[in-house]
């Protein structure tokens, strides 16, 4: 057995990893879609939410059976074809409808908290102005943050590859390398799913002012036990204030970039100016003194929120006033960040935000293609194939 070999079979558990999120992840924007087309019946009552919703439901149904299910038993040994199979079926089918339930369920209640993740407590305030603009973002949230479920279950996956691919069917020097991809695979999996909230996009920012809106509300002994450094009054925030300053300054950026660099664009100047205050406080003395954020930066943090999930023109207003965004001569109290990022590494997150865009607006589409992709390879026939394309 060859160098060459070896490093295949320790990459061999990441690749196993990695195909098996993805094929999960795609039941997302079909989750997403039903969820909000259910939405829209019980919540807004449209009349075409209930037709829709069961069209996402039939879609998921097939790309479960014919295209997630028999791809993810392919990947073990022929023999294990079958409970694989079995298996990921009877994931896929709890996933979602676990998943349907849920949403309904805090839609039709009142979405303001999911048991104890703060990422998804919306301030009382934010969610009484627009409750159905709140539920759509709300959706969003608990799907994302649903791939903690699915890298679980895809570390499952690589474990049951040992057993039904690996072991008695490799040489023990592959086995050997497998086990220490295995064990990378297994230390990394949990910060694979927070990357995807920390990506600066909308989402991870409101996702991230709920964390700290909550936490801040809870008693000084709750935040002490989530501090990250014991010295730090503010240890439980900090990271993330600054984290959500960050996320700031990018969308700010990519703000100016969609409207073609005007210096007095107020959306990217509110951005900006919310940044620069909560970077002003995480450096001030009162920051390393007490671990409660001040009411005044936690108010400009809710209405900023409120203003990205449901803003209008009175409520920038406000906000420009309340955040003095512009100073007397019209400029930006904040001016941009030329350096904020390389060249690289915006055009990477913008052709992301394009790739997104257009996944969210075709995802259809990708699904049919995907189905034709399985008939190639043999996992669908001819007249399931039609199906799901028609």
């Keep these: 057995m060859n160098l060459t070999q070896i490093v295949l079979a320790a990459a061999l558990p990441v690749g196993v990893w990695l195909a098996t999120i993805v094929i999960l992840a795609l039941q997302i924007p079909y989750l997403v879609f039903i969820e909000l087309r259910t939405i829209s019946t019980f919540v807004e009552n449209k009349s075409n939410g209930s037709m829709l919703a069961v069209f996402g439901i039939a879609l998921l149904a097939s790309y479960d059976y014919a295209i997630a299910a028999p791809v993810l038993a392919r990947m073990h040994h022929s023999v294990a074809h079958g409970v694989a199979e079995m298996c990921a079926l009877v994931f896929l089918a709890l996933y979602g409808i676990g998943g349907l339930a849920f949403t309904f369920h805090y839609s039709i209640s009142g979405v303001v908290q999911f048991g104890r993740s703060t990422l998804l407590m919306f301030p009382k305030v934010v969610y009484g102005r627009d409750k159905i603009a709140v539920t759509r973002w709300w959706i969003k949230i608990f799907n994302a943050t649903g791939l903690i479920l699915l890298t679980v279950f895809s570390l499952l996956n690589v474990w049951i590859f040992l057993f039904t691919s690996v072991l008695g069917r490799m040489h023990q020097y592959a ?22 909230l920390r990506y600066p996009t909308r989402l991870s920012l409101i996702a991230g002012l709920n964390r700290i809106i909550a936490r801040n509300a809870q008693s000084a002994e709750f935040r002490r036990a989530r501090s990250e450094r014991s010295h730090d009054p503010l240890g439980w925030a900090r990271s993330d204030l600054i984290r959500i300053s960050r996320i700031l300054d990018v969308l700010a950026a990519r703000d100016d970039r969609r409207v073609g660099g005007s210096a007095n664009n107020p959306t990217s100047a509110i951005y900006r100016a919310m940044a620069h205050d909560v970077r002003q406080y995480c450096g001030s003395p009162g920051s390393a003194a007490d671990s409660t954020v001040p009411a005044r930066l936690i108010t400009k943090l809710r209405d900023v929120e409120g203003w990205i999930i449901a803003g209008n023109a009175g409520q920038q207003k406000q906000l420009i006033r309340k955040l003095d965004v512009f100073l007397a001569d019209g400029t930006p109290r904040v001016p941009p960040n030329g350096r904020l990022m390389s060249v690289g590494v915006t055009t990477a997150f913008r052709f992301f935000d394009v790739f997104l865009e257009w996944v969210q607006k075709r995802w259809q589409a990708i699904a049919v293609v995907l189905a034709v992709i399985a008939f190639l390879f043999g996992v669908l026939d001819l007249q399931t194939l039609l199906g799901i394309a028609t």
């Design 175 to 196: 086995v050997l390398a497998y086990m220490v991809g295995l064990g990378v695979v297994t230390i990394a999996f949990r910060s694979l799913w927070k990357v995807v």
